[in-house]
């Protein structure tokens, strides 16, 4: 398999392509639940209120999402998705044309202001154990893996992808920023003097 060629966006654990309505009603729904979490924050989103807000009935809501927990996913899967088109098809060092080790700096410096900007959606959603399965997670980690590789990066590649993604889950990052009072700017230098102790030939 060639590391050049850019990944196909997996559907959220893998379900079949949506329907034009129901994609529309998904789309409904998930636009009025990032709304109240604008408004009053991500502890503040329940089944009713969300079910209020964009004007359909509680069971179409848990249908939908089946849960508290299925929703806030759903919100990380949608946010997850956006950054990923960013990594994967927009302008370098983020996206395709830089050198590895720039758009691995990059992207964590992207998704640590993902983080700060949605942090509360995503510390609700990381919460599940399944987050590790499922396939926004799985595309993040293989985009990671590929430009390790890339870089020439000796060791367990797999293991290595985890570690440095460790660093920058939700509930960490805001712990780091609201409790012990760090910038994102300051996450994010760290982030990138991890990198370049791991990357070969680019240690300081």
Do not use: C
Not at 84 to 106: N, V
Request: hydrophobic fraction near 45%; charged fraction near 25%; glycine fraction near 8%.
């Amino acid at each position: 398999m060639s590391w050049d060629v850019p990944l196909v966006l997996p559907l959220a654990d893998g379900e079949p392509v949506e329907r034009a309505d129901a994609a529309r009603n998904r789309r409904l729904l998930l636009d009025a639940a990032a709304e109240l979490v604008q408004t009053h924050g991500a502890d503040a989103l329940t089944m009713d209120a969300l079910a209020k807000h964009a004007g359909v009935g509680k069971g179409t809501v848990f249908r939908r999402f089946g849960n508290r927990a299925g929703l806030m996913y759903a919100l990380l899967d949608e946010s997850d998705r956006k950054l990923q088109a960013a990594y994967m098809f927009g302008p370098p060092p983020l996206g395709p044309g830089a050198p590895p080790l720039d758009r691995l700096i990059a992207y964590g410096r992207a998704r640590l202001s993902f983080t700060e900007i949605e942090g509360d959606v995503l510390r609700a959603a990381t919460d599940q154990p399944k987050k590790f399965q499922g396939a926004p997670y799985a595309v993040t980690k293989t985009h990671v893996s590929m430009l390790l590789r890339q870089a020439g990066t000796d060791g367990e590649i797999s293991l290595l992808a985890d570690s440095l993604l460790a660093p920058l889950e939700a509930a960490l990052v805001l712990h780091q920023m609201r409790v012990l009072g760090f910038t994102r700017e300051q996450v994010g230098d760290n982030w990138e003097a991890l990198v370049r102790r791991v990357v070969p030939g680019v240690a300081q």
